[in-house]
């Protein structure tokens, strides 16, 4: 397979030099310098190479960048729009929805495909959407808060029940319990939804 020669990066096309074969994650990051995906597990646990690709949430550490041709790609530096961050970076700027913040592209990534899919998710559907990502300081419910949070300056309500006061950093910060054993869901240790 002949060599890569430009990536549709974050609105722009740009030229590369790559063999297919490598992943993208190498690619954004070492040959374009676009450094917000992270390398977490190199197996497509994590979620820290969380990318959009043609809309997207893509492991980014996993995908040939021979694979995604001409689709559009969608890194964390591209969601910065005419100098304003995204909702939902702003979201978790507020709550503080980050630690160490090495998982928080990730992430973001996946919270902006399903708020693109999904403008109004229910708690539920948040924490399946997210469950391909690990937060190793377990800032689960603050993820959650901030996605919620995001949701509602879009213009939807999250449901009847909720309430600003319900996604405060200190009642976000002891909510939720884990699931499945170990503290680990299906894929994820995103905590159970809250009745």
């Known amino acids: 397979m002949p060599k890569l020669t430009e990536l549709h990066v974050n609105g722009k096309t740009l030229p590369v030099d790559a063999d297919p074969e490598r992943s993208l994650l190498s690619v954004l990051r070492d040959d374009i310098e676009l450094t917000g995906a992270k390398y977490g597990c190199g197996e497509g646990e994590c979620g820290a190479c969380t990318v959009l690709v043609d ?3 893509t492991h980014s550490c996993l995908t040939a960048v021979g694979k995604v041709g001409q689709k559009p ?13 995204h909702p939902l970076q702003e979201a978790f700027l ?6 160490c913040a090495y998982c928080t592209s990730g992430m973001i990534m996946s919270g902006v495909a399903l708020l693109t899919r999904n403008p109004n998710p229910s708690e539920q559907e948040i924490v399946r959407a997210m469950d ?19 949701a509602q300056a879009k213009g939807t309500a999250m449901n009847r029940n909720y309430s600003p006061k319900d996604e405060t950093p200190d009642r976000a910060a002891s909510a939720g319990s884990f699931t499945g054993g170990e503290g680990h869901g299906e894929r994820g240790p995103f905590p ?4």
């Open 94 to 99: 507020q709550i503080g929805a980050m630690q």
């Open 55 to 57: 809309g997207e949430p």
């Open 192 to 195: 159970k939804p809250v009745s």
């Open 132 to 150: 391909g990502n690990i937060c190793r300081c377990g800032t689960y419910p603050r993820i959650i808060a901030a996605i919620r949070r995001a």
């Open 73 to 85: 790609i969608t890194t964390i530096e591209g969601l910065e729009q005419n100098g304003r961050l």
